[in-house]
């Protein structure tokens, strides 16, 4: 994924947090879970297990995404070869 832009970021989770009188750690855990719908959304399954995870001081974001290793991968959302894994 491409640098987040960690200023805007950290601003408006900080906006959200004192407005809805919420810890930053759970805004920035919201924002996390809905990084990890839209990927799974776009490119797997819906069932599919996808975690995000945002890094405010370096500025990155990471999306993990479980897959089975099998012999022979059918779907590509949710299979990967022993060779690729």
Known sequence: ??????KQLTLAVRTIAEEKNLP???VM????????????RDNGE??????????????T??????REVVEDPINDATEISLEDA
């Open 24 to 26: 930053e750690e759970t």
């Open 46 to 59: 819906r069932e599919q297990e996808v975690r995000a995870e945002l890094n405010v001081n370096d500025g």
């Open 61 to 66: 974001a990471k999306v993990y995404v479980q």
């Open 1 to 6: 994924m491409e640098d987040l832009n960690i």
């Open 29 to 40: 855990e919201v924002i996390e879970q809905a990084i990890a719908a839209a990927w799974r």
